[in-house]
């Protein structure tokens, strides 16, 4: 496994958790799930037999993240993203550099937001005392558009241009939703990701979010949605894949999973399914 006295998992880990000891701002609940998570990285890595860390490459952590993401919610998975990212900074310290290594980090928010990646959170993560158009100001630390006008552009592109000095507290649900679709599309993003955008809406909301995302998509962006409004993703979406406690079950156009019976019987139970089938 290299690196000074490193010949098993557990002599790395610990050698990972006497880095964070040393390094300013770790406290000691986090180094306690960076270490868990890394033990967790390499014992899958190294699965199969003794290998060399310096091997590591990128496939090895986009494996770990995809497990990670079907296994936990999305806080979760970017505090192993991040126990990671951290895990490869200690490895450069400790001497050990490879392209394979470098290829494999995973990139920090900024730099994923830098080369177009977009995104929004399920609990929105708005800033309840700005008005809607300050909130959606933030988001435009990296457009290459900045000002008033460009703002203008996208609150009126969703629908929300009436409400640009309304505070975040005071509109409903849907409309916050909205409103952060707008702060990340205000970073001019060419793939916009959206984590269950129709969380707590009822379905006249979800419909009328439906219709905003689709002026969204037709605008040129790319939709990457994740969500469990059946109505909202097969009317949005081109092309859809179904998981079922993180086993994916179909996938296909929206006319191939609305006539899939394993689809609507893990969606709406057997009995419904029946009758949404014949």
């Not at 998992?9 to 964070?20: P, Q, S, T």
């Not at 993240?65 to 126990?83: I, K």
């Amino acid at each position: 496994m290299s690196a000074g006295d490193w010949s098993t998992v557990e002599d790395v880990v610990a050698g990972f958790d006497e880095h964070l000891r040393r390094t300013r701002g770790v406290c000691p609940g986090t180094r306690r799930y960076y270490a868990r998570f890394v033990r967790a990285f390499l014992q899958a890595v190294f699965a199969d037999g003794p290998a060399e860390v310096a091997d590591i490459c990128v496939r090895d952590v986009a494996d770990f993240v995809g497990a990670a993401t079907r296994r936990y919610q999305a806080g979760t998975v970017e505090l192993a993203a991040s126990s990671l990212r951290s895990f490869f900074r200690f490895l450069r310290a400790a001497g050990l550099r490879s392209d394979r290594l470098e290829d494999a980090v995973p990139m920090v928010p900024h730099r994923r937001a830098a080369l177009g990646l977009g995104r929004t959170f399920q609990g929105v993560g708005l800033y309840e005392d700005l008005t809607v158009e300050e909130n959606v100001v933030v988001g435009q630390h990296l457009a290459t558009r900045r000002g008033p006008e460009s703002v203008g552009a996208v609150l009126r592109s969703l629908g929300l241009s009436r409400l640009s000095v309304s505070r975040v507290g005071e509109i409903s649900q849907g409309q916050r939703q909205l409103v952060s679709v707008a702060r990340a599309l205000a970073g001019e993003p060419r793939l916009l990701l959206l984590d269950e955008p129709a969380a707590g809406l009822d379905s006249t909301e979800s419909l009328w979010l439906a219709d905003r995302l689709r002026d969204v998509r037709d605008a040129g962006v790319t939709i990457l949605l994740i969500d469990h409004d059946m109505s909202l993703v097969l009317g949005l979406c081109d092309e859809i894949h179904v998981l079922d406690f993180g086993e994916l079950i179909a996938s296909g156009n929206p006319g191939e999973i609305r006539d899939n019976r394993r689809v609507a019987q893990a969606y709406l139970g057997a009995t419904h399914a029946k009758e949404a089938l014949t």
